[in-house]
């Protein structure tokens, strides 16, 4: 009664397809069907925010999201934030730098919904990032590098689009 | 945590999906999928089909007139909060849409699913009942209006019948010349321990009409009609005065975390905010 449906999409500008039960969401099949395997899943109720991943433009908890229902759609992950072998893109050099992270386990979720919100607001101030970040979880590094590094990279970014 | 099988449908127009949701057995309606795809997730639920809106045309939108502000079911959260006429002439809903978890679950809830999934605590519910809202339903035998003060039958059980289907939500901007919202929460994006809601009506100095609820301190929004009549004819000044007797017959729900007491006083703390915001914008608005 649940046979694999097939399922088209465009992940991180590619046209990609693959085939899933209608109760795969949308993080299981990045990972599993395309092996996408940056999109992480914590607590798989959408809850934690690891899994969050950007869907026509908007950030959305992939573990909430059936694959079915992404088809047709423009999805954006982790992997989209640069290229395979090449430099990091600014918002991860930034996390680097800052030490953002520390085991890393929420560092995709935590990527996408900033690149989210960069993209919607370049000009988001502190209380902006806190409250779009409000929905992601990190257990190691208290959040206070993460908005330094999310403010850096917004300053950076005006900075070069007002040159 | 994966969703037992089920059989997906994803209709393009209202009427089969009033049909499909009539003609099979143990189906689920899937609007956002913010509170339903935990549930299937968890196994909470377990239906046999899932009736998948997103792909229904015309259940998405909102319609601005002089009066009233009519939002189809299937709008999103993110949508309602980025229309600034909708924050101008509804700032109720805004107010309120800010309380409404986080980001990421906002760009993909919707005002329907919020009013049909009914938590007790949630917002979108709330406003809708202080409002004096008018929710429309479409089933087999057509559409039918049910007032906002009709929609919570109980716990978590919206006025729908199984086979019907939330299509819309109209808000009178009649006579909602100040608002205010205020919620308790643990984390922000949380639900509410304790909600209120408040739209005032002044004549001069004195309240003209009242409007109060409260979420979070029963199994449904409850409305404050003692507390309104109350307060009907009151100094503005003088309304902090009347909350505290309004409210001392209330009787909260408890659970292992928050007891009565304490939801009774967030109750009043959080009423009286509300009020003197209501006040303090109605003293504002042009008459």
């Not at chain 1, 386990?105 to 209380?127: H, K, N, R, S, Y």
């Not at chain 1, 970040?133 to 403010?151: D, F, K």
């Not at chain 2, 902090?240 to 408890?254: K, R, S």
Request: proline share 5%; hydrophobic share 45%.
């Amino acid at each position: 009664m649940s046979d694999a449906v097939r399922i088209d999409l465009t992940v991180n500008g590619r046209a990609m397809g693959g085939a899933a039960e209608p109760r795969t969401h949308l993080a299981d099949f990045l990972r599993q069907e395309l092996r996408l395997t940056g999109t992480h899943l914590g607590c798989e109720h959408g809850v934690c925010g690891a899994c969050t991943v950007i869907v026509d433009g908007r950030p959305v908890r992939a573990c909430l999201l059936l694959a079915v229902q992404a088809a047709g759609c423009e999805v954006t992950t982790v992997e989209g934030l640069a290229a395979l072998d090449g430099p990091l893109g600014d918002l991860q050099a930034a996390f680097r730098r800052r030490h953002a992270l520390q085991c890393g386990f929420c560092t995709p979720g935590m990527l996408m919904t900033l690149a989210a919100l960069a993209a919607a607001q370049p000009d988001a101030d502190e209380a902006e990032v806190r409250a779009a970040l409000s929905g992601n979880l990190c257990r190691c590094t208290g959040y206070a590098p993460i908005i330094a590094a999310a403010l850096d990279v917004l300053e950076a970014r005006r900075a070069s689009s007002a040159t | 945590m994966k969703p037992a099988p089920f059989v997906y449908h994803a209709p393009r127009d209202r009427s089969s999906a009033v049909s499909l949701l009539g003609s099979l057995p143990n189906a689920k309606v899937l609007a956002g999928g913010q509170s339903l795809v935990p549930m299937l997730n968890m196994r909470y639920a377990a239906p046999d089909h899932v009736i998948d809106l997103n792909r229904v045309a015309g259940l998405a939108g909102v319609r601005i007139d002089e009066h009233a502000v009519e939002i189809g079911a299937m709008t999103r959260q993110v949508d309602l909060l980025e229309s600034s006429e909708l924050a101008r002439r509804l700032p109720l809903v805004a107010a309120a849409l800010r309380h409404v978890g986080h980001v990421q679950t906002r760009s993909r809830g919707t005002i329907g699913g919020s009013l049909c999934h009914l938590d007790p605590a949630a917002e979108l519910p709330l406003v809708a009942l202080v409002s004096d809202a008018t929710l429309t339903a479409a089933g087999p035998r057509g559409e039918r209006s049910i007032p906002a003060a009709e929609w919570a039958r109980g716990f978590m059980a919206p006025a729908l019948a199984p086979d019907e289907i939330l299509v819309s939500i109209r808000f009178d901007l009649r006579g909602a010349s100040g608002y205010g919202f205020h919620e308790f929460a643990r984390r922000h994006g949380d639900f509410a321990i304790v909600a209120a809601a408040v739209l005032i009506e002044l004549d001069g100095e004195r309240v003209a009409r009242a409007r109060a609820a409260l979420g979070g301190v029963g199994p449904t929004a409850l409305r404050l009609g003692a507390l309104e009549a109350a307060l009907r004819g009151q100094q503005a000044s003088r309304v902090g005065e009347v909350i505290g007797p309004a409210l001392a017959a209330l009787e909260p729900v408890a659970d292992a975390y928050y007891g009565a007491r304490y939801r009774r006083h967030l109750a009043r703390v959080l009423a009286e905010r509300a009020m003197r915001d209501a006040i303090g914008r109605a003293r504002e608005a042009p008459r």
